[in-house]
């Protein structure tokens, strides 16, 4: 299997880089270069890379970063990625809350709000309060509609990444094929790009703190429970949008509890925030959430750190078998029952390291998520970043600057 190493020292074929978005793609590590480095780098002719510099340098993503030194005469310029020239707008929609941020084109959070809000109100309600909040953070830095270079929105259920539509999402009445993308870009017409929130999360907790890892799976416990799977550095939605719904896989064990998707024995009817709430409730013990259950169990509380425990063997016995089939180098779990920590860990890695084959398990690290409530934010910044700077958008706006 080719290495990152390996992949960073490998040639760089001219051929691929012939473009003005190409050649950008080089320049996206921040890390400032002369022309002359870029033609070295390259194999293309200085007149062309200056060409292409121009170019870039046009649309403000490409600017002057100080002075090589000069081996005699004038000391050649470097060039390097702005990323401030334009924003994402990145909202992370919950079943009971919502956040919203505004950052540059590396993700860097400028401003951010968040508040409750219930999902179930429906999308347009949820989406005017993206668009308000939207402007409002723009009002806070100085910045107006204009430099928004697209919006990315995470929410909690199926989506059909291409049209950006909601596909019967069990926690969402009235959210069903809406057009999101549609009534978005009627208020403020930039890209829009939408997708289920665990996704997302994967994607941000990712970029910002396992990039060195081309295999991760995310899983997020909370309300319900989800995956995201990334696999050779690219996020797996699957054919539908539906990948990574491991909430609902059928948990040994379990039989005779009914969840709330009609079967028995599903994992969110076990595992989920919600379930272990009402667990607690039968022994009598006040939980109305699962932040209630993970703060009973930090004062202590034997029976929550019981029922934790045996959430993460649940959830393990369902991860192992994903172990065994996708062969992920890390396990990051999130959501607002990752707060436990070891206490949920613990039970996950037992089922885990047990039930899985020692190959797939030998350099295996579970653990939890370091981005935490960030997650989501980064990720709907990084999926749309990835698409307004791909080559072919970024060659796309360097032709239409052109045009007369």
Same mark, same amino acid.
């Given at each position: 299997?080719?290495?990152?190493?390996?992949?960073? !020292?490998?040639?760089?074929?001219?051929?691929?880089?012939?473009?003005?978005?190409?050649?950008?793609?080089?320049?996206?590590?921040?890390?400032?270069?002369?022309?002359?480095?870029?033609? #070295?780098? $390259?194999?293309?002719?200085?007149?062309?890379?200056?060409?292409?510099?121009? /170019?870039?340098?046009?649309?403000?993503?490409?600017?002057?970063? =100080?002075?090589?030194?000069?081996?005699?005469?004038?000391?050649?310029?470097?060039?390097?990625?702005?990323? @401030?020239?334009?924003?994402?707008? %990145?909202?992370?929609?919950?079943?009971?809350?919502?956040? *919203?941020?505004?950052?540059?084109?590396?993700?860097?959070?400028?401003?951010?709000?968040? #508040?409750?809000?219930?999902?179930?109100?429906?999308?347009? %309600?949820?989406?005017?309060?993206?668009?308000?909040?939207?402007?409002?953070?723009?009002?806070?830095?100085?910045?107006? !509609?204009?430099?928004? %270079?697209?919006?990315?929105?995470?929410?909690? =259920?199926?989506?059909?990444?291409?049209?950006?539509?909601?596909? @019967?999402?069990?926690?969402?009445?009235?959210?069903?094929?809406?057009?999101?993308?549609?009534?978005?870009? @009627?208020?403020?017409?930039?890209?829009?790009?939408?997708?289920?929130?665990?996704?997302?999360?994967?994607?941000?907790?990712?970029?910002?703190?396992?990039?060195?890892?081309?295999?991760?799976?995310?899983?997020?416990?909370?309300?319900?429970?989800?995956?995201?799977?990334?696999?050779?550095? #690219?996020?797996?939605?699957? /054919?539908?949008?539906?990948?990574?719904?491991?909430?609902?896989?059928?948990?040994?064990?379990?039989?005779?509890?009914?969840?709330?998707?009609?079967?028995?024995?599903?994992?969110?009817?076990?595992?989920?925030?919600?379930?272990?709430?009402? @667990?607690?409730?039968?022994?009598?013990?006040?939980?109305?959430?699962?932040?209630?259950?993970?703060?009973?169990?930090?004062?202590?509380? &034997?029976?929550? *750190?019981?029922?934790?425990?045996?959430?993460?063997?649940?959830?393990?016995?369902?991860? /192992?078998?994903?172990?065994?089939?996708?062969?992920?180098?890390?396990?990051?779990?999130?959501?607002?029952?990752?707060?436990?920590?070891?206490?949920?860990?613990?039970?996950?890695?037992?089922?885990?390291?047990?039930?899985?084959?020692?190959?797939? $398990?030998?350099?295996?690290?579970?653990?939890?998520?370091?981005?935490?409530?960030?997650?989501?934010?980064?990720?709907?910044?990084?999926?749309?970043?990835?698409?307004?700077?791909?080559?072919? &958008?970024? !060659?796309?706006?360097? /032709?239409?600057? %052109?045009?007369?």
């Amino acid at each position: 299997m080719e290495t990152t190493i390996e992949r960073q !020292e490998r040639p760089i074929d001219a051929g691929f880089l012939a473009r003005a978005g190409d050649l950008f793609q080089l320049l996206r590590d921040g890390r400032p270069r002369t022309r002359a480095e870029l033609s #070295e780098q $390259t194999g293309l002719a200085r007149t062309t890379v200056a060409a292409r510099i121009d /170019a870039l340098t046009a649309l403000g993503l490409v600017g002057p970063a =100080g002075e090589a030194a000069s081996s005699g005469g004038r000391p050649p310029s470097k060039f390097a990625f702005n990323a @401030k020239v334009r924003l994402v707008l %990145a909202a992370d929609v919950g079943a009971s809350h919502a956040a *919203i941020a505004l950052t540059d084109l590396n993700s860097s959070v400028l401003a951010r709000h968040s #508040e409750p809000l219930d999902v179930a109100r429906g999308p347009e %309600a949820v989406l005017d309060w993206v668009l308000h909040s939207g402007r409002e953070l723009l009002a806070q830095i100085g910045r107006t !509609e204009a430099d928004i %270079a697209g919006i990315g929105i995470g929410l909690p =259920g199926p989506v059909q990444h291409g049209s950006g539509r909601p596909v @019967k999402p069990p926690i969402m009445p009235g959210w069903d094929g809406f057009d999101v993308v549609g009534y978005i870009r @009627k208020d403020i017409d930039v890209e829009v790009l939408v997708d289920n929130d665990v996704n997302i999360m994967a994607l941000g907790e990712r970029h910002a703190h396992w990039s060195e890892y081309e295999d991760v799976l995310f899983i997020k416990l909370a309300t319900g429970v989800g995956a995201g799977i990334i696999s050779s550095g #690219e996020l797996q939605r699957g /054919a539908d949008g539906t990948s990574g719904d491991l909430g609902h896989v059928r948990v040994p064990g379990g039989e005779g509890v009914l969840c709330r998707c009609g079967n028995t024995g599903c994992l969110e009817a076990l595992a989920s925030g919600p379930a272990l709430a009402r @667990k607690l409730q039968s022994q009598g013990i006040e939980a109305s959430s699962g932040a209630d259950v993970v703060d009973l169990a930090a004062q202590g509380n &034997v029976h929550a *750190i019981h029922a934790l425990r045996q959430a993460g063997r649940d959830v393990g016995e369902v991860l /192992a078998i994903c172990v065994n089939m996708l062969n992920p180098s890390v396990i990051v779990v999130g959501g607002s029952l990752s707060r436990a920590g070891d206490q949920l860990l613990a039970g996950i890695r037992e089922a885990v390291y047990g039930r899985s084959l020692p190959l797939a $398990t030998a350099r295996l690290r579970i653990e939890q998520s370091r981005a935490k409530t960030d997650a989501a934010i980064l990720g709907a910044s990084r999926m749309v970043i990835e698409y307004v700077l791909s080559p072919a &958008v970024v !060659e796309s706006a360097v /032709a239409a600057a %052109a045009r007369p």
